[in-house]
């Protein structure tokens, strides 16, 4: 009897050994390979890599629009709709469709946008969520990319392959003088010279100062950063969370030509 108790135990372990085996199997092909699950918050940062970018500044937010290759973006998946856009239609990442459907733009996919920004356009798609920069954006085709009223002083930098979202910003605009501060001024936004060195402000948007301060990069407003893409740098600020692109933005008088 007690070598059949055995074998039956024995035989309960492997069972849920093999249980066990199965289920992380699944739950791995799910995540890495079915769209829409785990597959959607996985981003290759090459997508980034040859974006171009143009921003429509507004009262107090920032519209992001690209244009990237097909290829990149046929690996995105969709909640709806199509991951490529079509000529006159575009492509929305999460975060931007739901605020557009709350303010009343669009209600889903198929929906006709005229004069928006200068082109008329559709919704051709909208993104599932990444947790990236994506989600705030607008993909178009390159026509219409190059037909769009914006400017083109948003671009991408990497930071150890980590796509970084940077904004030229001069004193003589008056933009994030429509933005309250969590910590530092407008009033510290100028170039200094510090024992030699030039020292160039930064103004932070809230998502990208909370990356930076659990990585120690610094503490508060007034620290300075050493070899920051290439510049001394010091926090002229830190903006207060706006729910929108500008919580990911670097604000720094300097273009994409001066950093490294």
Do not use: C, W
């Amino acid at each position: 009897m007690q070598d059949a108790g055995a074998a039956a135990g024995e035989h309960k372990m492997k069972f849920s050994y093999a249980l066990t085996i199965f289920l992380v199997l699944s739950v791995s092909v799910l995540y890495f390979f079915v769209p829409g699950i785990g597959a959607a918050r996985m981003v290759d940062n090459k997508i980034f890599e040859t974006m171009e970018l143009k921003a429509v500044v507004e009262e107090k937010e920032i519209k992001l629009f690209a244009h990237t290759s097909n290829n990149a973006l046929a690996m995105l998946a969709t909640r709806e709709g199509f991951s490529i856009p079509e000529e006159n239609a575009m492509v929305i990442g999460s975060n931007e469709a739901e605020m557009m459907v709350k303010n009343d733009l669009i209600k889903k996919s198929g929906d006709k946008l005229y004069g928006f920004f200068g082109i008329d356009t559709q919704v051709g798609g909208i993104y599932k969520k990444t947790d990236t920069m994506i989600d705030h954006m607008h993909f178009l085709s390159k026509n219409q990319f190059k037909e769009l009223d914006g400017v083109s002083n948003v671009f991408i930098g990497f930071n150890e392959g980590m796509p970084k979202l940077f904004f030229t910003y001069k004193n003589n605009d008056d933009f994030l003088k429509r933005f309250e501060f969590s910590s530092g001024n407008l009033e510290n936004y100028r170039v200094i010279s510090m024992n030699g060195k030039t020292l160039y402000p930064i103004v932070l948007g809230y998502d990208e100062a909370e990356m930076m301060i659990s990585e120690k990069l610094f503490t508060d407003a007034g620290d300075k950063i050493e070899g920051f893409f290439g510049k001394d740098v010091f926090i002229a600020g830190i903006l207060k969370k706006t729910d929108s692109g500008v919580d990911m933005m670097h604000f720094i008088p300097l273009g994409k030509g001066d950093l490294k």
